[in-house]
């Protein structure tokens, strides 16, 4: 199988190629893409042999170029060779794991260009989830999840004939860094408090959205496009233990679970080997080693953006952009360490509250509502 890795120097990326090594019988590497990490793509490029490097900073990818001359490797720069190494014609499936926005535009090439699309970017669906769905009927059903909570409600529904039979997803979160504090708690934190996550090893963004239950917002919208479920269909539960990593709950009240240690190479594999699987090597589940697996109802009280997400799934349109992108800002601003903790949350619902929803929007209209969602955020924390 040849693949194409977006951002193959990211968590996701790397691990990927993580398990190319593993199965380097099976997977073949043809196009792989960054930002500016120029030294680990020019590793990549050397021990894979790629078709094709693209790198969205152009003059990176210069500097790239003149790096490995000495090899047969194709080098492109600029934000739209992205979308040229989702729609290589040597590559079956494509991984997307770049960050943001810059997601959306290279997984609607990939899937008109009919290749199966390992989906690790949450923007996509969140911001475009009416255009994705659009493409997909259009050019046919391509992508499958690569979230380890998304992959386990895609494994739990096979079998299943008819979406009708699910009464409930069951969304499982681990509850983040500061799980069972409450507001007067978290008056104080920092970053480096906030960048800690028990169970997972993941980017700072994606830490620190997981310590305020951003991250499960943006999952819970991401569970509606990706299944076809409405928002007051998802719920989610605090498991600590990372064990259980989600559920589904059909109409005759059976439920069927995916239960692994953390490791997230399980779902990135099984996204490129579906509907079959492969061996990975030291991640054994030994059940035995666990007293008990417990869950709980989300403090929604001191943890609200679960409910902000919420209201933005169940509206739908540009809503969910505004959603993401004032989260983005707002985690950008406390990184810098110009916005408490607590005012995260307390930005995206400002933003939020001063959007003027588009209900079926354009691409325009997307890109629009997330440059002016990010603007809301800097605007008010200027005037505070």
Not at 72 to 93: F, H, M, Q, R, Y
Not at 231 to 259: C, G, P, W, Y
Not at 269 to 278: E, I, S, W
Request: aromatic share 6%; charged share 25%; glycine share 6%.
């Amino acid at each position: 199988m040849n693949i194409s890795i977006l951002g193959s120097t990211g968590s996701i990326g790397t691990q990927t190629l993580d398990i190319v090594r593993d199965h380097n019988d099976t997977f073949k590497v043809s196009a792989i893409t960054g930002n500016k990490n120029i030294k680990l793509l020019e590793e990549q490029a050397r021990e894979f042999s790629p078709e094709l490097v693209c790198v969205a900073d152009e003059a990176a990818a210069k500097d790239l170029k003149i790096r490995i001359k000495d090899t047969s490797v194709k080098v492109l720069g600029g934000g739209d060779s992205i979308v040229t190494a989702a729609e290589l014609p040597a590559s079956d499936s494509v991984v997307v794991s770049v960050v943001g926005m810059a997601g959306i535009e290279p997984t609607i090439a990939a899937i008109k260009s009919k290749k199966r699309v390992a989906l690790a970017n949450k923007e996509t669906l969140v911001a475009a989830g009416n255009i994705i769905k659009e493409c997909e009927e259009q050019y046919g059903k391509c992508i499958i999840p690569v979230d380890s909570e998304h992959s386990a409600i895609f494994q739990s529904m096979q079998g299943m004939s008819d979406r009708k039979e699910i009464k409930k997803i069951l969304l499982t979160a681990s509850g983040g860094t500061f799980y069972g504090k409450k507001r007067e708690d978290l008056l104080n934190i920092t970053p480096a408090d906030a960048l800690h996550n028990p169970n997972w090893d993941m980017g700072a963004k994606v830490t620190i959205d997981s310590s305020t239950l951003v991250n499960k917002g943006l999952e819970m919208i991401e569970a509606k496009w990706l299944f076809d479920v409405p928002m007051d269909k998802i719920e989610v539960l605090i498991h600590r233990q990372s064990v259980l990593h989600s559920a589904v709950q059909f109409t005759d009240n059976a439920v069927i679970a995916q239960l692994g240690v953390p490791d997230m190479r399980v779902p990135i594999q099984y996204a490129l080997t579906y509907p079959k699987r492969m061996s990975i090597p030291d991640n054994d589940l030994d059940l035995t080693e666990y007293a008990s697996l417990t869950f709980e109802k989300p403090d929604t009280d001191t943890f609200y953006a679960l409910e902000l997400a919420r209201w933005a799934g169940t509206e739908g349109g540009t809503l969910a952009t505004v959603f993401n992108a004032s989260d983005e800002a707002a985690v950008e601003l406390f990184m810098r360490g110009e916005l408490s903790y607590l005012e995260i949350t307390e930005a995206i619902e400002y933003a939020m509250q001063s959007h003027k929803n588009i209900k079926n929007p354009t691409l325009s209209d997307i890109y629009n509502a997330d440059k002016e969602a990010r603007e809301i955020v800097y605007k008010r924390r200027h005037k505070a």
